[in-house]
């Protein structure tokens, strides 16, 4: 499995600070960061590294104006794929976007400009999404004579009902500002997006590591489970991370009355 350092990327930046704080980078503003194979095999690859480079959480933006406008319709086009390569195909975005969903890693997505299409496909796949006021959301996949391939049938109804996705394919409809956050698009709509991307991950880099892996992976992971599956690993899952150390040092902090008080602002 090859390690950060051995990542040869054309089309993602990455870049890890003193904190651990990952930020990896959509580097194709020319093409409004439209999702190539390349880009595909590039995320597979940083996903698979980032875990066990130390790295606490995730920040996944973009260069330009747009975060992303989903499959590279040029590409695609040109190449005259049989279904049987364009199925393979899809099985990397598959793959790609599962690294990130069960990475184990805070990601939190900073958006804006466009994202639609397979753009919308990789942002559901992250934990947390902010939006900015320039963002919009879009499944024009039905106006192009195409269809999903990445995801957005897992997880876009997940976030916003089968109803709304359905109506976003067959008519185009789009979702902006205060509508997109109220269906559940984003969790956050701010001005500045990678600047609110940024404090998020800060605060989930705080949590201890085995905590973050729980809440970024077993909880996908219970979803796909039936109800008495996901009881059984829920409590297996908080067993071995409910005894952890690290809890037991917070738990001390909170008995002695020096633990960070839960309230509003």
């Known amino acids: 499995m090859p390690g950060i350092s051995e990542l040869r990327l054309t089309n993602l930046l990455l870049g890890i600070d003193e904190d651990g704080i990952a930020t990896v980078t959509l580097n194709r503003a020319a093409k409004r960061n439209a999702l190539d194979i390349q880009t595909i095999e590039e995320l597979i690859g940083v996903f698979t590294a980032l875990p066990a480079a130390g790295v606490r959480a995730v920040v996944l933006r973009a260069e330009g104006p747009h975060f992303c406008a989903g499959l590279d319709l040029v590409e695609h086009g040109r190449e005259k794929r049989s279904p049987a390569e364009f199925m393979r195909i899809c099985l990397r975005w598959h793959e790609a976007f599962n ?27 992250v934990h947390i999404r902010v939006m900015d006021e ?3 959301f879009g499944l024009p996949e039905g106006q192009r004579g195409l269809f999903t391939g990445g995801g957005a049938t897992i997880r876009v109804p997940a976030l916003i009902g089968k109803a709304r996705m359905v109506d976003m394919m067959l008519t185009g409809r789009l979702y902006a500002g205060e509508e997109a956050e109220a269906v559940g698009l984003a969790q956050y709509r701010v001005k500045d997006s990678d600047a609110k991307a940024y404090e998020l991950a800060r605060l989930a880099a705080q949590n201890t590591p085995l905590s973050n892996f729980a809440v970024c992976s077993a909880i996908s992971h219970m979803q796909n489970m039936s109800g008495l599956d996901a009881a059984y690993a829920e409590a297996m899952v908080a067993g071995i991370v409910n005894t952890q150390e690290a809890a037991q040092t917070r738990l001390d902090s909170f008995a002695r009355g020096t633990a960070v008080k839960i309230k509003p602002d």
């Open 134 to 136: 320039t963002t919009y």
């Open 99 to 125: 690294k990130i969903e069960y990475s184990g890693l805070p990601v939190i997505a900073a958006l804006k400009g466009a994202v639609v299409g397979g753009g919308l496909e990789l942002a559901s796949s």
